[in-house]
């Protein structure tokens, strides 16, 4: 290592005074400004990973659903899959390091983490369309040079993108071709294959009405559209040529604030979908006849696929095991459900995609989704294998035919990552060939009326949670304050945790009304409050 010349470098990208950041689930976020010193350090640690896996890494410069003025970046790791979690905490200690301490904890890292400085190193980078982006992703260039480094520079692709890309590229092209047309050309022509087998194909098109955001999945659509069949008629919103990206529109306003987003007109009973800023999460949703919005989320989407996948694994006649995995915030009637009416087991597991992901890798097909709209399904090796085996082999028609349908599945899904486009075209095609309207889907379960609140509080670490974050370990006497809560509504229960990015603790609430769901989050929240130093005005009622 150049140690004259990484001195140089790190001084062009200065480490603001006293900025203190965490690398999470999301890895880093704040306002753009203070990310440049973070961008030159985490292009440094990209080159450290590839070096310490011998693969490619890599490197995303988004904030996803956060305000234009935020980016953030992550790190991919070589399956296309998360950073693995002790490379975080490397993330966090080389992010923080004071100017003079730099060399030496790089030195560290590689000490700790075995990393033979010998290895060539290749790292993938790809960014979204925030103003601030290509700037940031230059500085990410400089850290992974001055290191001696190679890198790809895929320049504006949607998050699930460089996933997939950095998966293709570390399994050899078995995963598909590490290109953008690669990418287009492998989910279209799945989704193609798909419904062709559907009733009245070739004769009505099909229209939905996408709301991208104002981000990079209105970019990366149009440039799908020619791959896609004339069944299916996108038309594209928020585009990102007139407004700011995520203001008032994207998958995450649709989801809190549970109305449409600007900008996109909608009659009664149009499917329509929001996409959030890095396209890696997606809703539906529709008006019905009087005008009554309805949201169609994460965990409808999970039961509509799990339908679909159940149907399709009895007709091959193969005992594969599959599963849900949710987390606590998922419509307990979801829950109810898919356990006793569809039963497929369901497991919960604590919030952050990275748990999910990990759960759902212990089934033969692990379907995951969190109710935000972020999730994807899982298949094992062994599963992959055994279903193109029968899609190609098997002699019974109707088990080579669902095999068939199954494979077309697997090549449609980005099993990296919850991916918007690609579940798009998933949901799609399993509504055309169940010929089920929007109204239908809907109509599979009702959701028990919800309430998220969150509380300020002086020191969120107060509260410690267990069983999957539906219990407060800590402070004394808060659990058992709601369950008696929980005990005066029907259908109900509630649960409280702290967040992961500010002194705030979340509160859900569920029940059989939502005047009663309203009142539950409301006294759950007094309780927040007083025992779990509450910080301002009391919460108000609702």
């Avoid at 410069?61 to 935020?70: G, L, M």
């Avoid at 989704?191 to 709301?211: A, N, W, Y």
Wanted: contains cysteine.
């Amino acid at each position: 290592m150049d140690s004259e010349a990484l001195k140089k470098y790190s001084a062009l990208h200065p480490k603001p005074p006293g900025l203190t950041l965490h690398y999470g689930t999301a890895g880093f976020r704040t306002k753009a400004e203070q990310l440049d010193h973070v961008m030159f350090r985490m292009g440094l640690l990209a080159v450290l990973r590839s070096k310490a896996v011998a693969s490619t890494i890599g490197i995303m410069v988004t904030a996803s659903h956060n305000p234009e003025e935020d980016n953030g970046v992550k790190l991919v790791d070589p399956l296309g899959e998360m950073l693995h979690p002790s490379w975080e905490e490397y993330a966090t200690q080389l992010a923080n390091a004071e100017e003079q301490e730099l060399q030496e904890t790089v030195t560290d890292i590689c000490q700790k983490a075995a990393v033979n400085q010998h290895k060539d190193a290749s790292v993938f980078i790809g960014r979204d369309t925030r103003p601030s982006s290509e700037k940031l992703s230059r500085s990410v260039i400089d850290g992974i040079s001055v290191l001696g480094g190679q890198y790809h520079d895929y320049g504006l692709v949607t998050t699930p993108q460089l996933h997939y890309m950095v998966c293709c590229q570390n399994t050899q092209g078995q995963y598909g071709k590490a290109t953008l047309e690669g990418y287009y050309e492998k989910l279209s022509k799945a989704f193609m294959e798909l419904i062709k087998k559907s009733p009245g194909s070739g004769e009505s098109q099909r229209h939905l009405k996408i709301d991208c955001a104002n981000g990079i999945g209105a970019l990366k659509l149009s440039e799908m559209q020619p791959y896609l069949p004339k069944e299916l008629l996108i038309h594209l919103y928020n585009d990102g040529t007139k407004e700011k990206l995520n203001y008032l529109c994207g998958a995450d306003f649709v989801k809190v604030h549970q109305k449409p987003p600007r900008g996109l007109d909608m009659k009664p009973n149009e499917r329509c979908c929001s996409f959030d800023g890095d396209a890696d999460r997606i809703v539906y949703y529709y008006k019905d006849e009087t005008g009554h919005f309805h949201l169609i989320d994460g965990d409808k989407i999970a039961t509509l696929i799990s339908i679909f996948l159940k149907e399709l694994l009895g007709k091959v006649g193969q005992t594969l095991k599959m599963a849900v995995v949710q987390t606590a915030y998922a419509n307990g009637s979801s829950t109810r459900y898919l356990e006793e009416t569809l039963k497929v087991p369901v497991h919960c597991v604590k919030t952050g995609v990275k748990h999910l992901h990990h759960k759902a890798q212990e089934f033969d097909v692990g379907v995951y989704f969190e109710a935000n709209g972020h999730g994807t399904v899982l298949f094992s090796k062994a599963a992959e294998t055994k279903i193109r085996q029968l899609a190609n082999e098997e002699k019974d028609d109707e088990k080579r035919e669902a095999a068939k349908v199954l494979e077309n599945m697997i090549n449609l899904i980005n099993q990296t990552v919850g991916d918007a486009v690609s579940d798009m075209l998933v949901i799609e095609a399993i509504l055309a060939l169940k010929g089920l309207t929007v109204q239908q889907w809907d109509a599979i379960y009702t959701d028990l009326p919800n309430r998220l609140l969150k509380v300020q509080v002086a020191d969120r670490r107060v509260i410690d949670t267990t069983d999957a974050e539906r219990r407060a370990v800590t402070p004394p006497g808060l659990q058992e304050k709601i369950d008696a809560l929980v005990k005066k509504y029907k259908l109900s229960r509630a649960f409280v945790r702290p967040s992961g990015t500010e002194d705030v603790v979340r509160i859900y609430a569920e029940a059989d009304t939502q005047e009663n769901t309203d009142a539950l989050a409301h006294e759950v929240s007094l309780a927040v409050y007083h025992l779990a130093g509450g910080r301002g005005e009391p919460p108000q009622p609702l």
